[in-house]
């Protein structure tokens, strides 16, 4: 699922956490001014993270993005 804001400068992704992010930090997907995670739904609550929260497996995340850094993203992901 995405969400476009503007005209397309900035996206919010819905993204089921790839296995190879389990146990791996925020601020390890993170960029700053490109890529933010802005909440985390994992066993049926919603939280914004810190940059020092670890990935669960089978978290749903929400992550903001510049359409500069949507590839980037992907990339880091493994997916799409």
Known sequence: IEYV???????MMEVT??????????KELEISGGIKVSAIFR?????IPNPGTIFNKDDILYITVSH???SKLRNMLGAF
Do not use: T
């Not at 804001?5 to 996206?11: A, D, N, R, T």
């Open 17 to 26: 956490l790839p296995l190879r992010l389990e146990n791996k930090l925020v």
């Open 5 to 11: 804001f503007g005209s397309g400068e900035v996206e």
């Open 68 to 70: 500069d850094s949507i």
């Open 43 to 47: 066993e049926n609550n919603v939280f």
